[in-house]
């Protein structure tokens, strides 16, 4: 029944702490799900990550630990506690393709379930990371696909949209973490904490956007940046802008504070200039590209010490629009009314975070992003467009005297 309020036929059990974990990694990145895990005391046994420059970055990072290449090569994976999937969301996002789950990059998934069809006991946890745009693909297709896959192999799910700001980071990155289990019960673990969506901050100086956009939306972020993608509708990986409203100028961050925004060390990814030409739009890519590390580190302390969670869930059925939070097993599906902050890390505004010197956006990219906005039917924030043609005219001014 759509929108029927009902508690599970089996109670959630109160849970326990449990040991660290051992985890294989397939379609690794650069490591922020492993980081994150092994900030919480789990160890990763395998990972397994085909481009060559993440390759790279993964030996130089993680020097111990096995790492294979094309996930379509590999016959078994090695015996694991937890298995972790970041698959390409290129042919799901709305700055990539499109394409759907079936699509060359994101279609890999099915390797996924491939590798832990043979055995009914191992991995006892699946965890799947993705974009949000995952459920509204195709009327949610995707989502539908991953769901159908894992109820095959006797899997009871969960699946939760959460914000990166939630983790103190100040960039409004959403994300999919779905959890999934033969033996154990995912929805303490995603459910357990919920510290509702917070106030923007007050007196804000800082507003990320997408100067790469401006025709069908901005990324608009207070006090933040939008998500760090690994490329744009211009078709190269390049960093949101940022407009500091007082100055009236408009910059780019700096690739470092870029690797923080993603909760890395700096130059986590310097590794590639030792390999590869072009290092450092390579470096934007796979920065784009990771999974955030305080995200995945707070996933693994609830692995360890999940909280209690007994409702309420609203049944749906199964053609409904998927919810940001939901659960199922056997083909029944479940919402849950959980926010996308699951906690509230000490959050330090954008302005106060950057640490290494901005770029400024030059003549072409501003005057190129305020000719999208005059031919876009958008509304903008308060004062946005003023210092923007502002902007414009002063770099113009600076370029003639500099003539």
């Known amino acids: 029944m759509v929108g029927t309020e009902r508690q599970t036929i089996d109670p959630v ?152 700001r939630a983790f103190g980071l100040p960039q409004r990155r959403r994300r999919v973490l779905m959890l999934a289990s033969r033996t154990e019960d995912p929805r303490p673990v995603l459910f357990g904490e919920d510290a509702g969506i917070p106030n923007d901050p007050t007196d804000p100086k800082a507003f990320g956007f997408f100067w790469t956009e401006g025709l069908r939306g901005l990324g608009w972020a207070v006090e933040a940046l939008p998500t760090l993608k690994g490329g744009s509708t211009i078709g190269i990986p390049s960093p949101p802008a940022i407009w500091f409203r007082d100055s009236g100028d408009f910059v780019t961050p700096d690739l470092r504070d870029a690797e923080r925004l993603q909760g890395f060390d700096v130059d986590w990814t310097e590794p590639v200039h030792r390999y590869h030409k072009r290092a450092v739009g390579i470096r934007w890519k796979l920065v784009g590209n990771a999974v955030a590390v305080p995200m995945a580190r707070w996933l693994g302390a609830q692995l360890v010490s999940p909280k209690t969670y007994g409702g309420p869930f609203v049944e749906q059925s199964t053609d409904a629009k998927w919810p940001t939070a939901a659960w199922g097993e056997a083909g029944r599906r479940f919402g849950v009314p959980v926010s996308e ?45 003023e210092a923007v043609r502002s902007y414009e005219r002063r770099m113009a001014s600076a370029g003639e005297r500099a003539a």
Not at 74 to 98: I, M, Y
């Open 13 to 164: 059990e109160v849970p326990t702490s449990t040991p660290p974990l051992t985890t294989v990694g397939l379609f690794a990145g650069i490591g922020g799900i492993e980081l994150g895990l092994h900030a919480s005391g789990h160890r990763t046994v395998m990972l397994n990550e085909i481009w060559p420059p993440a390759q790279t970055v993964l030996r130089e990072r993680f020097p111990d630990i096995v790492i294979t290449s094309d996930v379509r090569e590999l016959q078994a994976l090695p015996d694991a506690d937890l298995v972790a999937a970041g698959f390409p969301c290129t042919d799901l996002s709305q700055a990539g393709r499109t394409r759907g789950i079936g699509g060359p990059q994101s279609g890999l998934v099915e390797n996924l379930f491939r590798l832990i069809d043979h055995d009914s006991e191992h991995p006892k946890w699946v965890l799947i990371e993705n974009v949000p745009f995952l459920l509204q693909l195709e009327r949610g297709d995707g989502m539908r696909y991953l769901v159908d896959r894992l109820e095959d192999l006797r899997f009871r799910w969960a699946y939760r949209v959460v914000d990166v």
């Open 341 to 385: 902050w699951p906690t509230h890390a000490r959050y330090q505004p954008l302005s106060a975070f950057l640490q290494y010197p901005t770029k400024p956006l030059s003549l072409r990219a501003i005057s190129g992003f305020r000719s999208r906005t005059d031919r876009s039917g958008l509304r903008f924030p308060a004062g946005f467009l």
